[in-house]
C-alpha cells in the first residue's frame, strides 16, 4: 500500500513518465479502469443500468438534435440536398407525370379493392422524424432520430425510409429514440420472397449493405432481383405484413447445398439516411407502404 | 482561474465536443468500415499534452458518455475502458513536443489498432455482435489521417492555456536531465 502511494504522489510532480523508469500504473488508471469494470458487470446484470440510460437519452438526444441542426451545413451530411432550380424542374416533371399516374392508380385501386377484403389495412400511418447521430464507436447499426415518446413512439416501433423497412425502436427518450437497424448483428426479421412466398430469416451481419436470407426450405428456387418482404408480426408489432426488405442480390452454391448463401440488398440506403419515417397509428399522411405478397 | 483550471476546462470542452461530433458527425460520414476514430483521437491529444492520469480520466469520461448517450447499445462500460487505457498510454509518451507527423501517425495507428483489437475482444467475451477484420484496416486507415490533423490542434489548444508553460518546460528538460 505504501508502495502504490509513493508513485502516485511522484505522478503528480512528474506528468511526463519515462517508461523505462517507471513502469507502474497510476493509482487513478486503476480505479477508472476497475469502474468501467464493475460498470460492465453491472449491465450485463441488466436493471440496474436502464435508468442511467434513459439519463443518457433525456440528456444527449436533444444535444445530438440540436448539433445536428448546426451543423446541418456540412457538405459532408447534405449529400442528399438537391439545388432548388433542379427541385423545380423536377417539380414541373412530377407533376405532369403525376396526372397520368393518378389514371393508371384509380384503375389500379380498383383491381386492389377486389383482391384485398379490407383496403384500408393496406394503407400505414407514418411519422417523419431527422437521423440525428449514428454509431457511436465501434459500429454504425444503431441510430438516434428526432422522435420520442412525446411523439407517440414506443419500444418496437417499425422503421422506414420512404416504403424501405430501416430497423426498429428499440430505446424511447423523451424527445429522442434510438433505431437497431435491420443489419444490425442481432436483428433477425421473418420474411417472405414475393412471388413464391417462400419463408426466410433475414439476419444482420457485420456487413453494413447486405443482410443473410436463411430460407426455411432449402430446396426454394431463388432469384436474383427478388423482392424480399416482411411476414409481420401479431398486432403489428414490431413489423406489418408485407413492408418491403430488400432485393436477393447475390446466391452462390446450388439448391440445396449446404454452403448456399443467399445475400439481400438492403432497400434504403442505411449508411447514409438523412430522415425516416415511424410507423404509428396516430401519424398522418396514411399511403400505401405494404407490398402483395 | 488558476492556469490549470482553465487546462481542466479546455479539457471537458474537448471532451464533450469530441463525444458529440463522434455520434453526428464521425459516425454518419459516408465512409466504409466503422465510424472515424475522432473521440480516440482528442484523447490520445489530451493524453499527450497533459500526462497520464488527465488523459486517462477524460479517456474515460468521454467513453462513458458514449456508452451512455443516444444510439449506444453496446455494454455500458466498454468505451470507457478502451478510451481509458488509449488516454493513459498516450499521456506515458515522453516528449510529445518533439513528435514528428509521421511518429504521430505511428502513435495513432498503433493506438488505434491496439484500442479495435481489444474492444472486439471485449465485445467477443460479453458476447455482443463482432466486426468483420477488414474494419480493422479501415478504422485504423481513416483514424490515423485524422489524427495527424487533430492530434497536433488538441495539444496546441492544451498548450496555450498553460501559462506556467515555460516553467514548465524547463523542470522538465532538468527532470529529464536528471
New interface residues.
Partial sequence: MAVTTRVDSS??R??????GRKSR??I??LV??L??????L???QGGV?GP??Q???AV??P??NW??GA?GA?P??S?QRINTDELQQNLVASQQREAELQLQLDQLKEQLDRKVADPAVTELATISAP??????????????VAAGRNDGVARDTAVLSGNALVGRV??V?PT?S???LIT???SSIAVRLQGSRELALAVGG??QQALNLELFDPLVDVELGQRVITVGSPDDRPFPAGLLVGRVKVVNGAVGAPDRNVVVQPEAKL??LDEVQLLLPDGDGAREIRQQP | MTPKQWQYLIMGLLVLSAVILQTVVAARLPLPGPPLGLTLVVIVGIGLAAGTTAGAASGFSAGLLLDLMPPAQTTIGVSALLLLVVGALAGRITDPRGLAPAQLAGLTAALASGMWLLGQGLLWLLGDPVAPLSWLVWFVLGTTILGVVVIPAVTWALRRMEPGRRRRRRFKTASAAG
Fill in positions: 505522478q503528480r512528474r506528468p511526463a513518465v519515462k517508461p500504473v497510476p487513478s488508471v477508472l479502469g469502474i468501467a469494470l464493475s460498470l460492465m453491472l449491465d450485463l443500468t442511467l440510460r439519463a443518457g437519452m444527449g438526444g444535444i445530438q448539433a445536428n451543423l456540412l459532408t451530411l449529400e437521423v440525428v447521430a449514428a454509431g457511436p464507436l465501434m459500429s454504425r447499426n444503431t441510430l438516434t428499440v430505446e427518450g429522442t434510438t433505431v437497431q444490425d448483428p442481432a457485420a456487413d449508411s447514409a
